[in-house]
Nanobody
Framework: QVQLVEYGGGLVQAGGSLRLSCAAS????????MGWFRQAPGKERELERE????????????YCADSVKGRFTISRDNAKNTVYLQMNSLKPEDTAVYYC????????????????????WGQGTLVTVSS
């Protein structure tokens, strides 16, 4: 059974930093592309999750949404079955529940930005940025 568990959310002041982690189990991690999405308070549907960042299974290709480019960095450690999201220069508009997601990928450089591309999801971790 595939399980994704996010860690590292919390309350931070604007301009601060947080690092989110997502630990995966029940899958061959180095064959899965990973992504981070977020869902602002009041939005319930999975399709309303906003793409944040994605990384190929090899880790060789990454992509971030324009809204976070230059502030957020996605990375992975395949030996630890973990994907990370380093968030710097946080803004109040970054406040959301952050989810990690996984999907099997056969191409080492492929990444995915649409929530419907992903099969497995974590339970989410809340990030609150105060002004």
């Amino acid at each position: 059974q595939v399980q994704l568990v996010e860690y590292g959310g919390g309350l931070v002041q604007a301009g601060g930093s947080l690092r989110l982690s997502c630990a995966a189990s029940g899958l061959t991690f180095n064959t899965y592309a990973m992504g981070w999405f977020r869902q602002a308070p009041g939005k319930e549907r999975e399709l309303e999750r906003e793409f944040v960042a994605a990384i190929s299974w090899s880790g060789g290709t990454t992509y971030c949404a324009d809204s976070v480019k230059g502030r957020f960095t996605i990375s992975r450690d395949n030996a630890k079955n973990t994907v990370y999201l380093q968030m710097n220069s946080l803004k109040p508009e970054d406040t959301a529940v952050y989810y990690c997601a996984a999907r099997r990928s056969y191409l080492g450089n492929s990444y995915y930005t649409n929530p419907t591309d992903y099969i497995h999801w974590g339970q989410g971790t809340l990030v609150t940025v105060s002004s």
